[in-house]
């Protein structure tokens, strides 16, 4: 199974792109937001692929990072989401937006791309959501918490993990208003939540509304 291919750009196209490795030219689907960062043709080129073996045909996907790869095979894991959908969402929107927007429960952001139906997203957030957090923090969470202890030093409510989940909600973008409101109502039910990913799910539905509270999103 072939997961990587280094090098030499010989044709570029949206969708699709041949990259030529020692005399074999490989032909990978790409997402169209990859084509549109591809080098000049005759240049060095590195692709993550994934290799989708089906009975009549072996085809290439090509990704210019492993998050954009991990993002493609998180959106397949999903019921009914397929590579061709999955390479559809990623042509219209960069890794981390579909992340960030599974974890928000954005479905406006996935609305007009082709072949991607309300069903679809609605399987998404349902099947991936909690996936798509864990990718994001390791993705977000610790750079986004270096640079708050570089800039102030971090409140502690208690349990160590507290501090964690400060950085991942703030890697999320949200407020630092509204993740203090949240931290300080998750203060109060460590012993209950337990640990950091019951806490953080706790805290996304605390900021949606959806834990008994009024949206602290709105919050001046």
């Known amino acids: 199974m072939i997961a990587r291919l280094k090098g030499i750009l010989e044709e570029k196209a949206e969708g699709h792109a041949v990259v030529d490795v020692q ?21 060095e080129v590195t692709l ?16 210019g990072s492993k998050l954009e790869q991990d993002v493609f095979l998180l959106l397949m894991s999903a019921s009914g989401v397929g590579p061709k959908v999955a390479l559809a969402i990623l042509s219209n929107l960069e890794a981390i937006q579909i992340l960030e927007g599974v974890v928000k429960n954005d479905k406006a952001l996935f609305s007009g791309i082709s072949g991607v139906g309300k069903k679809t997203v609605e399987k998404l957030f349902v099947e991936i959501r909690e996936k798509a957090e864990k990718r994001l923090v390791a993705e977000k969470g610790e750079g986004r918490r270096a640079t708050l202890i570089a800039s102030s030093a971090p409140i502690v409510y208690g349990e160590a993990w507290v501090a964690d989940l400060e950085g991942a909600l703030l890697s999320f973008g949200y407020r630092d208003q509204d993740v203090k409101a949240v931290l300080r109502d998750v203060s109060e039910k ?8 019951a806490a ?16 602290v999103r709105g919050n001046a």
């Not at 790409?30 to 005759?42: A, D, T």
């Not at 009975?55 to 990704?63: A, H, K, N, P, R």
């Open 48 to 63: 993550q692929i994934y290799t989708h073996v089906r009975e009549d045909q072996i085809t290439l996907f090509g990704f």
């Open 190 to 197: 460590t012993a209950e939540l337990g640990g950091f990913d």
């Open 23 to 43: 005399g074999v030219g490989y032909g990978v689907a790409i997402p169209n937001l990859v084509f549109h960062k591809l080098p000049e043709l005759g240049a």
């Open 200 to 215: 953080l799910r706790y805290a996304l539905q605390f900021l949606s509304g959806g834990a008994g509270k009024s949206s």
